[in-house]
């Protein structure tokens, strides 16, 4: 059965500090790892990762991708409150429009 | 207005009654799609349409029924709900049927069955 499993579930860090998210898969098929930032409304589409090893970065976000181990991680280095979020991984298959989300992983960020 | 809007934003209601929650988008895209994000649970994808016609129903209940009168709208309809369906409800447009990255997502709309 596919899915697609992220932690932790929840995460409480201080501004400044440095957050990784991690995200693992057993999805056949495999064709793009997708990661999306929630605040309480729209989910706004932050990174797509096809290749290991690859490193894709915006600001102080990066993410990368392990297609021998599933997994992704998700790196936030001097965390902002504004970085408060949920954040949602997703695998899209290659067969059809075919993707399963992870839970999500809600991260605090107090002052 | 720009993007995609969602009406309403939040609704509550009982078992017995009858609603419909509304998407529009001002992208001129071809594909609108319904997303389900309950508490703690992946978000889950309910509906497909291209150019009004549905092309993916994902083994959804009979009592939420979609309906798409152009391009631009769709709807939800809801009626008889459980507790259990108490939601975010997004809804989510592209230029076609295409990979989930071209998706632009709505604000979705927070329902509360009592």
């Known amino acids: 059965e596919d899915k697609v499993v992220q932690s932790p579930l929840s995460l409480v860090v201080h501004e400044g500090d440095t957050v990784t998210l991690n995200c693992s898969y057993e999805?056949?098929?495999?064709?793009?790892l997708l990661w999306y930032k929630q605040e309480k409304k729209a989910p706004t589409f932050l990174f797509m990762l096809?290749?290991?090893?690859i490193e894709k970065k915006s600001g102080r976000l990066s993410s990368i991708l392990d297609k021998k181990e599933l997994f992704s991680i998700l790196n936030i280095t001097a965390t902002q409150t504004g970085d408060s979020a949920i954040y949602l991984c997703?695998?899209?298959?290659?067969?059809?429009?075919?993707?399963?989300f992870g839970t999500g992983t809600s991260l605090t960020v107090i002052p | 207005e720009t993007g995609v809007t969602q009406t309403p934003r939040h609704l509550v209601m009982g078992m017995t009654n009858k609603k419909s929650l509304k998407c529009e988008q001002h992208?001129?895209?071809?594909?609108m799609y319904w997303y389900k994000q309950s508490a703690k649970k992946p978000l889950e994808l309910m509906f497909v349409?291209?150019?009004?016609?549905?092309?993916e129903n994902n083994s959804v209940p009979s009592r939420f029924s979609p309906e798409c009168p152009n391009s631009s709208h769709l709807f939800l309809h809801l009626h008889t709900l459980q507790p259990e369906d108490s939601a975010l409800y997004l809804c989510?447009?592209?230029?076609?049927?295409?990979?989930?990255?071209?998706?632009?997502f709505g604000p979705g709309t927070r329902l509360t069955v009592t």
């Open positions: 989510a447009s592209s230029q076609v049927v295409t990979a989930l990255y071209e998706q632009y």
């Open positions: 999805v056949t098929n495999f064709r793009s």
């Open positions: 096809t290749s290991s090893g």
């Open positions: 997703a695998v899209e298959k290659n067969t059809g429009n075919q993707f399963y």
């Open positions: 992208l001129g895209h071809n594909a």
């Open positions: 349409y291209s150019l009004e016609e549905r092309v």
